[in-house]
C-alpha cells in the first residue's frame, strides 16, 4: 500500500523526515519497503518560470518562441516544441548548465545532455522547458509539465516537488486491515512517537430524516452484509476534481475520474471504508436489496466487462436487477456520469470470507475487496459516508440530504480482553511501566478500564469481594478491543502490540539460549532423495521444478494404466475463476514434457532434465465446500531425454536419443543406489507412449520407461525423439531406507578373468531377463555381466545373445575349476529358465 507523508501530515505532526518515519513503521510492524521522494529525480538547475509571453516560430509549424522569468531578473528565450505551451503558464526550465537524461532517438536509451545556449531554426534558445519524462518524473512525454498557478518563480523544482513530501510503500500483513489507510497509520504514528492524532470532524446524521424517506434498503443476505449505509447528495456538478483532490490521489498512484468518484477513493484511502457512488436516478424503485446472485445471473461491472455472478455471491441491486458486486465493484449501468444530478452513496460492511470468493470467482481484485476481504470497521460506515457526503458537496456543488438509511442486520458485538500486567515481563522479558502500557493500548482505540481508586480497589479484593475486570488481582486491566481491530482476540494479541508500540529493538536479548540434548538424524527420506540428485546431476542431468496443476484435460490423457502409478482417477480442484477447474497431477511426464518443449524452442539441443515431485490419485473433488482428499499420494522421479545425445563437436557426431538411452540412465542410477533392475516390454494405452519397458526390483513394478509418440510432442510444442524413465521413487527410497551407510572397501589387488557365453534363445526372450538369470546364479565369484553382442538372423527366428561374464576373488587366485563351476552352474540355469541352448 502506497501513503503519502503529505496526506499522512493532515492527521499527525510526527516531526520525522521520511525515512526516519519508513524506519519507525518498520520496527512496529509495519514493513516500509520503498520510499520515493517526490522530485528527487529532478537535476540540480531545473527552476519553475513563468512564460511572458508565446508566440508561432517563424520558419516551423510545430514550434514556439516563448520568454520564460526564471526569477534572475532578464527573461530567457527558449525555443519549444510541445503542444501544450501557453502564456501565463508556471513551468519547469533546464537552464544552461543543467544536465538532463533525455531518449536518444536513434537509440531509444537514455544519454545525458548538457543544456547549452543555441539556434533552432534561426532562432535563439536558452535553455529547455522540460515534460514529466525529461525530468524523471514519469514516462509522460504528451506535453510540457505544467506546474500550480502558486509555485514560485525562480524557486528549485526539485524543492518545490519535495515539499509535497514522500511516498512510502508498506506492506500490510494480512491481520491489520486497520492499517489499510491513511488515518490507520497515522493511528500508529502517534502512539509511537506521543504526538496528538487529528481526526476530521463531521457531522454524522441520525438514521431517518428525509434521505430515509426518499430511498429504501433492504438486506436479504445478513451473511453477507451486516451494514448497509445509504446517503443523498443532490444538485451535483459532475466534473474535475480540485488540485488538492486529484494531487493527494496521484500521489499514491490513483489517476482522477470526476469530483465524485475521486471523493470516494479518497475516503477510501484516508480511513478505509470502501464506497461506491451510485446514481440515483438511474436506480430502478429508488430501492437497494442486497441479496445473493440468482443462478446464471450475468452482470456488467464498471470495467465494461459482463460476468456469470458465482453462486453464493452478494451483489446490490435495484427494484430490477443488480448494480453492484458487494464489496467488488460497480455496474456500468448504474454509474456516475457526466449527466448525474442526485448521487446515493453506498457505505457498508461486507463480509470478508463471502468477498473474497466472489473476488476471487470474477478474477478481480480492486481496493474495496482488498480491504473487505480483511475486515473494515463495522463502526465507521456512518461516519465515512457522512464524511464523503461532506467532501462531495464541497467539490461537486451539492447539497446533502437531510438524515441517512442505516440498516443493522447483525449488530456489533465488541469484545474485551483482561491483560494482565505480570504477564507482560514474562513474555517480552522486559518491564513495561504500566502508565506506559495503558498510554499506547488507549493511543491505538483501545479502552482501558482502570480503577480510580487503587488502594479501595485493593481493600475489595483483601475482603474477597468480586471485582469485573481484575479477577486476577489490581494488575489485572479490562481491554475493550476497537471495532477495527478484528485481530485482537486474546491477551496475548494485546502483549503484541505493546510489545511493537513499545519497540522491537527495545526487548533484551536472551542471556541463555536452550540447545537440544538429542543428536539430530537425517530423515531417511531426505537422504534418499539427496542421494537421488547427486546421482542424476552425476550422469549430467539437470533439475527442473515444475507446478503441481494440470489442466483436466492434460492430465485425463497422462493418466496411465500401469502399475507403477497406481489406480484411480485423477484429483479435480476447485477453483471458482476459472472455467475450467485444474487437477493435480498423476504423472510428472507432462510438465517435464513441456519444459522440453519451452527449451527446444530456446534452441536447445540436448536436453537431460529430472524433477523429484509428488503425483495424485484419487476420488475426484468438484465441491465448493468439498476438500481435496486425495486417496493416494506418492513421490516419483522423472527422467527425461531430447534431441541428441551431445552437441556436435568436430570430433564426433550426435545421435539422437532413443529408449536405451533412457533405460541406460535408469541402469546406472540403479548401480550407483545398490538396486537390480529388470526390463520387460509393455504396452501403454493411450497412444502416447511407444517402446515402453516396464521397471521392475524384486518382481514390483516401480516405474515405466519408454518414448513419445509425435501425438505426445505435438500437444506439449516439442520435438522428437524424446525418451523418458518415471520412477515410483517413494517404493524405491523405502528399500534404501533399510539398509545401512555406504562404507568404504578396497580394491582387490588380485586379477579379474572374463569368460564369454553365447546363448542361443526363442525370438522375444529379453536380454535382460537372460541377464537377471546369469546374475542370480552366478555365485559369489561374478562380478559383472555386459551384453556385447546380438544376432536375430538364425533358422526359426531364434536369436542369439552372448555375455562377458567377469569373476572375481578377494581372498585368492582364481583357477579354472572355479570358473569351470560357476559358468556350468550359469549355463545350466539358463538352459532350464528360457529354454536356451550354448553357442559354439
Given at each position: 500500500?502506497?501513503?503519502?507523508t503529505?496526506?499522512?501530515?493532515?492527521y499527525?505532526?510526527?516531526?520525522?523526515?521520511?525515512?526516519?518515519l519508513a524506519?519507525?513503521?518498520?520496527?512496529s510492524?509495519?514493513e516500509?519497503?520503498?520510499?520515493?521522494?517526490?522530485?528527487?529525480?529532478?537535476?540540480?538547475?531545473?527552476?519553475?518560470g513563468?512564460?511572458?509571453?508565446?508566440?508561432?516560430?517563424?520558419?516551423a509549424d510545430?514550434?514556439?518562441?516563448?520568454?520564460?522569468?526564471v526569477g534572475?531578473?532578464?527573461?530567457?528565450?527558449?525555443?519549444?516544441?510541445?503542444?501544450?505551451?501557453?502564456?501565463?503558464?508556471k513551468?519547469?526550465?533546464?537552464?544552461?548548465?543543467?544536465?538532463?537524461?533525455?531518449?536518444?532517438?536513434?537509440?531509444?536509451q537514455?544519454?545525458?545532455?548538457?543544456?547549452?545556449?543555441r539556434?533552432?531554426?534561426?532562432?535563439?534558445s536558452?535553455?529547455?522547458?522540460?515534460?514529466?519524462?525529461e525530468?524523471?518524473?514519469?514516462?509522460?512525454h504528451?506535453?510540457?509539465?505544467?506546474l500550480p498557478d502558486?509555485?514560485?518563480?525562480g524557486?528549485?523544482v526539485?524543492?518545490?516537488?519535495?515539499?509535497?513530501?514522500?511516498?512510502?510503500?508498506?506492506?500490510?500483513?494480512?491481520n491489520?486491515?486497520?492499517?489499510?489507510?491513511?488515518?490507520?497509520?497515522?493511528?500508529?504514528?502517534?502512539?509511537?512517537t506521543?504526538a496528538?492524532l487529528?481526526?476530521?470532524?463531521?457531522d454524522?446524521?441520525?438514521?431517518?430524516?428525509?434521505?430515509?424517506?426518499?430511498?429504501?434498503?433492504q438486506?436479504?443476505?445478513p451473511?453477507g452484509?451486516?451494514r448497509?449505509?445509504?446517503?443523498l447528495?443532490?444538485n451535483v456538478?459532475?466534473?474535475?476534481?480540485?488540485?488538492?483532490?486529484?494531487?493527494?490521489?496521484?500521489a499514491?498512484g490513483?489517476?482522477?475520474?470526476?469530483?465524485?468518484?475521486?471523493?470516494?477513493?479518497?475516503?477510501?484511502?484516508?480511513?478505509?471504508?470502501?464506497?461506491?457512488?451510485?446514481d440515483?436516478?438511474r436506480?430502478?424503485?429508488?430501492?437497494?436489496?442486497v441479496?445473493?446472485?440468482?443462478?446464471?445471473?450475468?452482470?456488467?461491472?464498471l470495467?465494461?466487462k459482463?460476468?456469470?455472478?458465482?453462486?453464493?455471491?452478494?451483489?446490490i441491486a435495484d427494484?430490477?436487477?443488480?448494480?453492484?458486486v458487494?464489496?467488488?465493484m460497480g455496474?456500468?449501468?448504474?454509474?456516475?456520469?457526466?449527466?448525474?444530478?442526485t448521487?446515493?452513496?453506498?457505505?457498508?460492511?461486507f463480509?470478508?470470507?463471502?468477498?473474497?470468493?466472489?473476488?476471487?470467482?470474477?478474477?478481480?481484485?480492486?481496493?474495496?475487496?482488498?480491504?473487505?476481504?480483511?475486515?473494515?470497521?463495522?463502526?465507521?460506515?456512518?461516519?465515512a459516508?457522512?464524511?464523503?457526503?461532506?467532501?462531495?458537496?464541497?467539490?461537486?456543488?451539492?447539497?446533502?440530504?437531510?438524515?441517512?438509511?442505516?440498516?443493522?442486520?447483525?449488530?456489533?458485538?465488541?469484545s474485551?480482553?483482561?491483560?494482565?500486567?505480570p504477564?507482560?515481563?514474562?513474555?517480552?522479558?522486559?518491564?513495561?511501566?504500566?502508565?506506559?502500557?495503558?498510554?499506547?493500548l488507549?493511543?491505538?482505540?483501545f479502552?482501558v478500564e482502570?480503577?480510580?481508586?487503587?488502594?479501595?480497589?485493593?481493600?475489595?479484593?483483601?475482603?474477597?469481594?468480586?471485582?469485573d475486570?481484575?479477577?486476577?488481582?489490581?494488575d489485572?486491566l479490562?481491554?475493550t478491543?476497537?471495532?477495527?481491530?478484528?485481530?485482537?482476540?486474546?491477551?496475548?494479541?494485546?502483549?503484541?502490540?505493546?510489545?511493537r508500540?513499545?519497540?522491537f529493538?527495545?526487548?533484551p536479548?536472551?542471556k541463555?539460549?536452550?540447545?537440544?540434548?538429542?543428536?539430530?538424524?537425517a530423515?531417511?527420506?531426505?537422504?534418499?532423495?539427496?542421494r537421488?540428485?547427486?546421482a542424476?546431476v552425476?550422469?549430467?542431468?539437470?533439475?527442473v521444478?515444475?507446478t503441481?496443476?494440470?489442466?483436466a484435460?492434460?492430465a485425463?490423457?497422462?493418466?496411465?494404466?500401469h502399475?507403477a502409478?497406481?489406480?484411480?482417477?485423477?484429483?479435480?480442484?476447485?477453483?471458482?475463476?476459472?472455467?475450467?477447474?485444474?487437477t493435480?497431477?498423476?504423472?510428472?511426464?507432462?510438465?517435464a514434457?513441456?519444459?522440453?518443449?519451452?527449451?527446444?524452442r530456446q534452441?536447445q539441443?540436448?536436453?537431460?532434465?529430472?524433477e523429484v515431485?509428488?503425483?495424485?490419485?484419487?476420488?475426484?473433488v468438484?465441491?465448493?465446500?468439498a476438500?481435496?482428499?486425495?486417496?493416494?499420494?506418492?513421490e516419483?522421479?522423472?527422467?527425461l531425454?531430447?534431441?541428441?545425445?551431445?552437441?556436435?563437436?568436430?570430433?564426433?557426431?550426435?545421435r539422437p536419443?532413443?529408449?536405451?538411452?533412457?533405460?541406460?540412465?535408469?541402469?546406472a542410477?540403479?548401480?550407483?543406489?545398490?538396486l537390480?533392475?529388470?526390463f520387460e516390454?509393455?504396452?501403454?494405452?493411450?497412444?502416447?507412449?511407444?517402446?515402453?519397458?516396464?521397471?521392475?526390483?524384486?518382481?514390483?513394478?516401480?516405474?515405466?520407461?519408454g518414448?513419445?509418440?509425435e501425438?505426445?510432442?505435438?500437444?506439449?510444442?516439442?520435438?522428437?525423439p524424446?525418451?523418458?524413465?518415471?520412477?515410483?521413487?517413494?517404493a524405491?527410497?523405502?528399500r534404501l531406507?533399510?539398509?545401512?551407510?555406504?562404507?568404504?572397501a578396497?580394491?582387490?589387488?588380485l586379477?579379474?578373468?572374463?569368460?564369454?557365453?553365447?546363448?542361443?534363445?526363442?525370438?522375444?526372450?529379453?536380454?535382460g531377463?537372460v541377464?537377471a538369470?546369469?546374475?542370480?546364479?552366478?555365485g559369489?565369484?561374478?562380478?559383472?555381466?555386459?551384453?556385447?553382442?546380438r544376432?536375430?538372423?538364425?533358422e526359426?527366428?531364434?536369436?542369439?545373445?552372448?555375455?562377458?561374464?567377469?569373476?572375481?576373488?578377494?581372498?585368492?587366485?582364481?583357477?579354472?575349476?572355479?570358473?569351470?563351476a560357476?559358468?556350468?552352474?550359469?549355463?545350466k540355469?539358463?538352459?532350464a529358465?528360457?529354454?536356451?541352448?550354448?553357442?559354439?
Open positions: 500500500m502506497l501513503v503519502s503529505a496526506w499522512l501530515s493532515r499527525v505532526d510526527a516531526g520525522l523526515d521520511p525515512e526516519a524506519g519507525l513503521l518498520t520496527l510492524g509495519l516500509v519497503e520503498g520510499v520515493e521522494v517526490k522530485g528527487a529525480s529532478v537535476p540540480d538547475g531545473v527552476t519553475i513563468l512564460v511572458l509571453t508565446a508566440e508561432k516560430h517563424p520558419d510545430r514550434l514556439t518562441l516563448c520568454t520564460v522569468d534572475s531578473g532578464t527573461a530567457l528565450n527558449i525555443v519549444c516544441g510541445a503542444p501544450n505551451v501557453a502564456a501565463g503558464q513551468v519547469c526550465v533546464a537552464t544552461v548548465g543543467t544536465t538532463l537524461l533525455l531518449t536518444d532517438p536513434k537509440t531509444g537514455k544519454v545525458p545532455v548538457t543544456m547549452a545556449e539556434k533552432i531554426r534561426g532562432a535563439a536558452q535553455g529547455m522547458i522540460c515534460a514529466e519524462d525530468l524523471g518524473l514519469s514516462a509522460d504528451a506535453g510540457i509539465l505544467v502558486d509555485a514560485p518563480v524557486a528549485s526539485r524543492d518545490y516537488l519535495g515539499a509535497g513530501g514522500a511516498v512510502l510503500e508498506v506492506n500490510i500483513t494480512p491489520r486491515p486497520d492499517a489499510t489507510s491513511h488515518f490507520g497509520v497515522a493511528r500508529d504514528v502517534a502512539a509511537l506521543g496528538s487529528a481526526k476530521p470532524s463531521v454524522v446524521p441520525s438514521p431517518g430524516g428525509e434521505a430515509a424517506e426518499r430511498v429504501s434498503v438486506i436479504d443476505a451473511e452484509c451486516t448497509y449505509v445509504g446517503m447528495i443532490e456538478a459532475v466534473g474535475p476534481s480540485p488540485d488538492w483532490l486529484r494531487e493527494a490521489l496521484e499514491i490513483l489517476r482522477s475520474i470526476n469530483n465524485v468518484v475521486d471523493v470516494t477513493n479518497f475516503v477510501l484511502h484516508e480511513i478505509g471504508q470502501p464506497l461506491h457512488a451510485f440515483f436516478d436506480v430502478a424503485g429508488r430501492r437497494i436489496v441479496r445473493r446472485a440468482h443462478d446464471g445471473e450475468r452482470f456488467t461491472t470495467d465494461g459482463e460476468r456469470t455472478l458465482p453462486a453464493g455471491a452478494t451483489v427494484a430490477e436487477h443488480a448494480v453492484a458487494a464489496g467488488v455496474g456500468l449501468d448504474s454509474e456516475v456520469t457526466d449527466a448525474t444530478t448521487v446515493l452513496l453506498e457505505a457498508a460492511h463480509d470478508p470470507a463471502t468477498t473474497r470468493r466472489t473476488a476471487k470467482a470474477l478474477d478481480l481484485s480492486t481496493d474495496a475487496s482488498y480491504r473487505f476481504e480483511r475486515g473494515v470497521d463495522p463502526l465507521g460506515t456512518r461516519w459516508a457522512a464524511r464523503a457526503a461532506a467532501l462531495i458537496a464541497e467539490v461537486a456543488g451539492g447539497h446533502v440530504v437531510s438524515g441517512c438509511v442505516d440498516v443493522v442486520a447483525a449488530p456489533f458485538e465488541p474485551h480482553v483482561h491483560l494482565r500486567l504477564r507482560i515481563p514474562k513474555v517480552l522479558g522486559v518491564e513495561v511501566p504500566r502508565a506506559e502500557v495503558v498510554r499506547l488507549r493511543a491505538i482505540g479502552a482502570e480503577a480510580s481508586d487503587l488502594l479501595g480497589l485493593v481493600k475489595q479484593i483483601q475482603k474477597g469481594a468480586h471485582v475486570g481484575f479477577e486476577d488481582g489490581p489485572t479490562r481491554l478491543v476497537p471495532s477495527w481491530r478484528p485481530d485482537v482476540t486474546r491477551e496475548i494479541d494485546v502483549i503484541e502490540e505493546v510489545a508500540l513499545h519497540g529493538d527495545r526487548l536479548e536472551p541463555h539460549v536452550t540447545l537440544p540434548t538429542a543428536v539430530p538424524t530423515n531417511p527420506a531426505v537422504a534418499a532423495r539427496t537421488l540428485r547427486e542424476l552425476g550422469l549430467g542431468f539437470r533439475e521444478v515444475t503441481s496443476l494440470l489442466a484435460d492434460v485425463e490423457r497422462f493418466r496411465f494404466d502399475p502409478y497406481g489406480n484411480g482417477p485423477v484429483v479435480a480442484t476447485y477453483d471458482p475463476a476459472r472455467e475450467s477447474p485444474l493435480l497431477r498423476s504423472s510428472l511426464l507432462p510438465s514434457l513441456a519444459v522440453a518443449g519451452y527449451n527446444q534452441r539441443p540436448s536436453l537431460r532434465l529430472f515431485g509428488h503425483v495424485f490419485r484419487g476420488p475426484a468438484a465441491s465448493q465446500d476438500r481435496v482428499a486425495p486417496s493416494d499420494e506418492r516419483h522421479a522423472v527422467l531425454l531430447a534431441g541428441d545425445n551431445r552437441v556436435a563437436g568436430w570430433d564426433e557426431r550426435p536419443f532413443d529408449v536405451f538411452d533412457a533405460k541406460g540412465a535408469v541402469e542410477l540403479f548401480e550407483g543406489l545398490g537390480d533392475a529388470a516390454p509393455c504396452a501403454v494405452p493411450g497412444g502416447l507412449v511407444e517402446d515402453a519397458l516396464t521397471v521392475r526390483v524384486a518382481g514390483e513394478a516401480v516405474g515405466l520407461v518414448r513419445f509418440t501425438a505426445a510432442l505435438d500437444g506439449a510444442g516439442a520435438r522428437g524424446v525418451v523418458f524413465a518415471e520412477l515410483h521413487w517413494e524405491l527410497a523405502a531406507a533399510g539398509r545401512g551407510p555406504v562404507r568404504y578396497p580394491f582387490s589387488r586379477p579379474e578373468a572374463e569368460r564369454d557365453l553365447a546363448f542361443v534363445v526363442p525370438a522375444g526372450t529379453a536380454a531377463d541377464a538369470t546369469i546374475r542370480q546364479h552366478g559369489p565369484l561374478l562380478r559383472g555381466v555386459r551384453l556385447f553382442d544376432y536375430d538372423k538364425l526359426g527366428g531364434r536369436v542369439s545373445l552372448a555375455f562377458a561374464l567377469r569373476f572375481g576373488k578377494d581372498d585368492g587366485m582364481l583357477r579354472d575349476a572355479d570358473l569351470d560357476a559358468t556350468d552352474t550359469v549355463r540355469a539358463v538352459e529358465t528360457h529354454g536356451a541352448a550354448l553357442r559354439t
